[in-house]
Nanobody
């Protein structure tokens, strides 16, 4: 069983930056993903990263502003968010896939474990 805990959310003005962290309870050399859910909207894909950080994938609308990375020595995945806009306001979740699943996925179903999320609010 893997427990994931997100942190780093908060209130930021438009144009600002935040770095989210997702710490796993155990060493997880697994593909990881970030998703977000805004009020009244469905959960949407943000970014994914392979177990060793060698491959990444982003939602097309977020390329160039968001950067996903990981430090396996700290069991932590990061999401650097730059040039934030009010439309980025959402609860951000990290998730990880099961061992052996090497595909980077942009849908939620393949992810087995989820954190509880961290709120990001971008003011205009």
């Amino acid at each position: 069983q893997v427990q994931l805990v997100e942190s780093g959310g908060g209130l930021v003005q438009a144009g600002g930056s935040l770095r989210l962290s997702c710490e796993a309870s155990i060493r997880t050399l697994l593909n990881m993903g970030w998703f977000r859910q805004a009020p009244g909207k469905e959960r949407e894909f943000v970014a994914a990263i392979s177990w060793n950080g060698g491959r990444t994938m982003y939602a097309d609308s977020l390329k160039g502003r968001f950067i996903v990375s990981r430090d396996n020595g700290k069991n932590t995945v990061y999401l650097q968010m730059n040039s934030l806009i009010p439309e980025d306001t959402a609860v951000y979740y990290c998730a990880c896939k099961r061992p052996g699943d090497i595909v980077l996925s942009s849908t939620a179903e393949p992810y087995d474990y989820w954190g509880r999320g961290t709120q990001v609010t971008v003011s205009s």
